[in-house]
């Protein structure tokens, strides 16, 4: 990661979505109907997640954090960016289009497991030129994931290297074909990487990163690979660092009974990010967003388990005094 610069506004470009969560006694296999007693309907998209999640564990409330993304006219979308706002997350740079909100259609069972798909909709309309040059400056911190198209998300991401700013890329979900083939130049332009243990493979094979000597040593050639931070989310078996300078370092979770995983690795992403918005060095950054991961499976939701800045600091606090 660059020399470290005060930031004073965290921009995240990215999906959001409206969440319709149903609860099967068990996930479907592939052409079997399963059937749930009920359904929520919730707000969500790992964009506006990171941000709702950013906003709620931020230590200091003077740093902004701006949404930047698109929805459509309907219902979904009121209720989406009303969401937001009331979160404490500025919305101005959100854009109305024709086409619909973005939907998400997720199966959690009694374990917590989870199962989605993502109807992008109004995402696909998200633009880079919605990143105006007074909001990219080098105290800017730039949030991304992949439910944006490819083609907006490297843009924005080579606008940012430009001035100066931090990039951090939630290469989630997985890309494929053509998006997969993009990965290269949009790894070009970025500070910090974080992945699941899936998306991590993703990426190791299409840039031909060998499968050598564990985990630690494949985190390690990959963050020399494309010259950034790689973060690597592994539920209960905790976090990987690899700096892009020094050694890989662990960080175990804590140990807890899930009730629904969805949206943690969002919470550990949002939290990353305000963190190193509040000025925190990346490793004790992560430190923060590991146990703000843990803390939000405790809640049905991709939100509602996410923690506020007290509640993590108490966390953080009685692990330390035991």
Known sequence: MR????????????SINADLVTSPDRLPSPGETVLSPSYQMVNGGKGANQAVAAARSRISVSNPVLMVGAVGRDAFADQAVGDLQSNGVDVRYVARTASPTGCAFIAVDPSGENMITV?????????ATQLTMELVTSGTILLMQNEIPMSEAIKAARQAREA???TILNLAPAPEGEAAAAIRDLLGSIDILVVNEHEFAVVCQVLCIPDCDGPKA???AL?????????????????????SSGPVVHKPAL?????????????????LAASLLDGLPLEDALTRANRAETLSCMAMGARDGMPSAA?????LMATAAA
């Open 255 to 271: 140990a807890v009974a899930p009730v629904d995983t969805t949206g943690a690795g969002d919470t550990l992403t949002g939290v």
């Open 164 to 166: 100066g700013a931090m």
């Open 3 to 14: 020399a470290s610069i005060p930031h004073r506004r965290l921009l995240v470009f990215g």
């Open 311 to 315: 509640a993590l600091d108490a966390s």
């Open 119 to 127: 109807a992008l909709g109004a995402n696909l309309d998200a633009q």
């Open 223 to 243: 963050s020399k690979d494309i010259g950034a931070d790689v973060v690597v989310t592994m539920g209960a078996s905790g976090t990987l660092l690899g700096p």
């Open 218 to 220: 494949r985190v390690a």
